[in-house]
């Protein structure tokens, strides 16, 4: 894999994400952490690339994003499609959730994330 993940160049940057992280992010890490999902391991605020991710499940090559506000400005859409696009170029799967689905629908949330974890410990 061409990525090199948590470069020490990120620390930081990783920590200052960390100690900053908006409520959405917060609600799901209390869903992900302590190996909640089918026994995997997530990370936070990772580095993979030139990117840090908020969430990712190296077991089965997993990223999650959450996407508040900012987000939805014309160029951050451009920026977070071409984002996708290069992590995914890795063999990597791209979760991305709105904020709001995290506040009004946790469950369907879950939901998602357990079918693709399924789908990747099961793929057959």
Known sequence: MP???NK???KQLRQKLLSESP???IILWQKLRGRQIRGLKFHRQYGIGNFIVDFYCPEI???IE???DTHYRPDAVINDELRTKIISASN???LRFDNNDI???IERVLDRIYEVVNLSLNPF
Do not use: C, M, S, T
């Open 23 to 25: 409520r959405a992010e």
């Open 66 to 68: 959450v996407d508040g």
């Open 103 to 105: 506040y009004r629908n």
């Open 3 to 5: 990525y090199i993940f």
């Open 92 to 94: 990597l799967k791209v």
């Open 61 to 63: 090559e997993l990223v």
């Open 8 to 10: 020490p160049i990120q």
